[in-house]
């Protein structure tokens, strides 16, 4: 998916060989997931299913099963955002990576859960979920950071997600850096990145894409309607966060 992937597991119990084993299977099981979804997905890869659909080779009406899913999600977020969010370029093709790179954390974060694992954090290109504590007991929360969208070696904020805390994901989207899912509404936004916490990461990725797209309107839309923090950048630098965020 052109981006970084790491899985963070607490340390535990001594590195018994049995459970650096589990951890690696618990890994693969990730990896092999993003790689699937990249393959079926990817605008990138000729041979994708997607590329065969932008091509026109393909119609959705004939598109398997998990291809007409995920359009149905992602048209459901464009009905909830008003637009602000779209699964369609400007050109009229479809292009799901504001919505596949979520759904893949999501799986994977399902996946964990089958396999028995409570505590980890899931990072894939800046967008994070967290499961559990990243130490003994429920009370701490794993600590997120944000990156400034002008100066990457530096941090604007940072966010408590997972343990205690209100929300397990984390999704920040922007137009400095892989903004090309992201087609601006007519908004008069100047957000350059808008950072969401909120309980489930496609919620805060799609949230976090349309403010950016839709700006200040669809900002006080989405604090309105979802239980979300929001932290938005302005193109001059300057910050705006919801209570939720500065709490």
């Known amino acids: 998916m052109g981006t970084v992937i790491s899985l963070t ?3 535990s119990s001594a590195g018994a060989q049995e459970t650096q084993d589990e951890l690696a299977a618990a890994s693969a099981v990730v990896e092999r997931l993003f790689r699937e979804l990249d393959g079926t997905f990817s605008l990138y890869r000729p041979a994708s299913e997607a590329s065969r659909l932008a091509r026109g080779e393909l119609t959705l009406r004939g598109a398997s099963p998990g291809m007409r899913a995920r359009y149905a999600e992602a048209h459901e977020w464009r009905l909830l955002t008003e637009g602000a969010f779209s699964p369609e370029r400007p050109d009229g093709v479809l292009d799901l990576s504001g919505l596949i790179k979520a759904h893949a954390i999501r799986e994977a974060g399902r996946s964990l859960h089958a396999l028995g694992r409570r505590d980890w954090c899931l990072n894939a290109g800046g967008d994070i979920l ?6 003994p007991g429920p009370d701490a929360s794993w600590k997120a950071g944000i990156v400034d969208p002008v100066d990457r070696s530096r941090l604007v ?3 408590a997600v997972g343990g205690p805390a209100r929300h397990a994901a ?3 989207s922007g137009s400095a850096e892989r903004g090309e899912h992201i087609w601006r509404v007519e908004s008069g936004s100047d957000f350059i990145q808008v950072t969401v916490a909120a309980a489930d990461i ?4 799609i949230l976090a894409t349309a403010i950016v797209s839709g700006g200040m309107p669809m ?7 979802w239980d979300v923090a ?8 300057s910050l705006m966060a919801t209570p939720g965020f500065r709490a």
């Open 130 to 135: 967290v499961s559990g504590s990243p130490g």
């Open 219 to 225: 900002l006080d839309r989405a604090a309105d309607r």
């Open 9 to 11: 597991f607490p340390d």
């Open 157 to 159: 904020s940072a966010y």
């Open 170 to 172: 984390l999704a920040t």
């Open 230 to 237: 929001v932290l938005a950048v302005h193109a001059d630098g």
């Open 202 to 205: 496609v919620t805060a990725d």
